[in-house]
C-alpha cells in the first residue's frame, strides 16, 4: 500500500515570496532546513508580486505551475513564463527571480536521484493506469524508484485492480508509492474533475 499524507498532516512554512508546503521529504530523517536530503517534494504559493528563489547549490529543480501565471528569469539571461500545467527545469545554482503568482509544484532532486514530473486533467469517472507512468520502464518499481500522486484538485480514488483496497483522495492530498510496488495493479478513478500531478523519481 502506498503511503497517504492527508493536506491536514503537511508541513507549511514562509519562504521569501509566500508560502510553501512539504509533502514528502526523503530520506524521512533529513531536513530541507539543514539542506540534508536527496529529494524534496512541495507545493507553494507565490504571492509577491516579484520574489527571488532561495539559493540551493547543488539541488537540481522542477517546477511546474498549477494555478495563476509566473515568469522565470534565470541569471539576468533565460526567461520562461509559465501557465499551468507548463514547467520549467533548473538548477539551484542559478539565480533566479520570480514575477507574477501562481501555486505551484516543485521536485527538488541532489545527487544522483533523476525524476519527472506530469500534470492530468481527468473528469468525472475518467480512469488514469499509473502502469503508464512506470519507472524505467517496468511495472514493479525497482531498488530506489518512488512513484507520487498529488491530488491538486477534486477527489479521486485510488483503486488496486481485482482487490477490495481502495483509498480516497481529496483536494492536496499526497500519496507515495516506494520500491518494490507494482503500479500495474493501481489505476486512479475520479469521483469529480481533477486535476492530478505524477512524479517519477530514481536513485542510481
Same mark, same amino acid.
Given at each position: 500500500?502506498?503511503?497517504?499524507?492527508?493536506?491536514?498532516?503537511?508541513?507549511?512554512?514562509?519562504?521569501? @515570496? @509566500?508560502?510553501?508546503?512539504?509533502?514528502?521529504?526523503?530520506?524521512?530523517?533529513?531536513?530541507?532546513?539543514?539542506?540534508? /536530503?536527496? /529529494?524534496?517534494?512541495?507545493?507553494?504559493?507565490?504571492?509577491?508580486?516579484?520574489?527571488?528563489?532561495?539559493?540551493?547549490?547543488?539541488?537540481?529543480?522542477?517546477?511546474?505551475?498549477?494555478?495563476?501565471?509566473?515568469?522565470?528569469? $534565470?541569471?539576468?539571461?533565460?526567461?520562461?513564463?509559465? *501557465?499551468?500545467?507548463?514547467?520549467? $527545469? /533548473?538548477?539551484?545554482?542559478?539565480?533566479?527571480?520570480?514575477?507574477?503568482?501562481?501555486?505551484?509544484?516543485?521536485?527538488?532532486?541532489?545527487?544522483?536521484?533523476? @525524476?519527472?514530473?506530469?500534470?492530468?486533467?481527468?473528469?468525472?469517472?475518467?480512469?488514469?493506469?499509473?502502469?503508464?507512468?512506470?519507472?524505467?520502464?517496468?511495472?514493479? *518499481?525497482?531498488?530506489?524508484?518512488?512513484?507520487?500522486?498529488?491530488?491538486?484538485?477534486?477527489?479521486?480514488?485510488?483503486?488496486?485492480? $481485482?482487490?477490495?483496497?481502495?483509498?480516497?483522495?481529496?483536494?492536496?492530498?499526497?500519496?507515495?508509492?516506494?520500491? @518494490?510496488?507494482? *503500479?500495474?495493479?493501481?489505476?486512479?478513478?475520479?469521483?469529480?474533475?481533477?486535476?492530478?500531478? *505524477?512524479?517519477?523519481?530514481?536513485?542510481?
Amino acid at each position: 500500500m502506498p503511503e497517504i499524507i492527508r493536506k491536514e498532516k503537511q508541513k507549511t512554512s514562509q519562504w521569501a @515570496g @509566500g508560502t510553501t508546503t512539504e509533502l514528502f521529504l526523503y530520506p524521512p530523517e533529513g531536513s530541507y532546513v539543514s539542506r540534508n /536530503f536527496l /529529494f524534496r517534494i512541495s507545493s507553494a504559493y507565490c504571492q509577491d508580486s516579484e520574489s527571488s528563489f532561495t539559493s540551493l547549490p547543488g539541488v537540481k529543480r522542477i517546477l511546474m505551475v498549477l494555478e495563476g501565471r509566473i515568469t522565470l528569469c $534565470h541569471n539576468g539571461k533565460r526567461k520562461v513564463t509559465l *501557465l499551468p500545467g507548463d514547467q520549467d $527545469h /533548473f538548477t539551484g545554482d542559478e539565480i533566479t527571480r520570480s514575477t507574477g503568482g501562481c501555486v505551484d509544484f516543485n521536485l527538488m532532486m541532489k545527487e544522483n536521484t533523476q @525524476g519527472n514530473v506530469f500534470y492530468r486533467k481527468l473528469q468525472q469517472e475518467e480512469k488514469l493506469s499509473l502502469d503508464d507512468f512506470s519507472v524505467k520502464g517496468k511495472p514493479d *518499481l525497482t531498488d530506489g524508484c518512488y512513484f507520487g500522486i498529488y491530488q491538486a484538485k477534486g477527489k479521486a480514488s485510488l483503486v488496486k485492480r $481485482h482487490k477490495v483496497n481502495k483509498v480516497k483522495l481529496k483536494d492536496q492530498d499526497f500519496c507515495m508509492f516506494r520500491e @518494490g510496488e507494482n *503500479l500495474g495493479s493501481w489505476y486512479l478513478k475520479c469521483e469529480k474533475e481533477s486535476e492530478i500531478v *505524477l512524479v517519477q523519481i530514481c536513485q542510481s
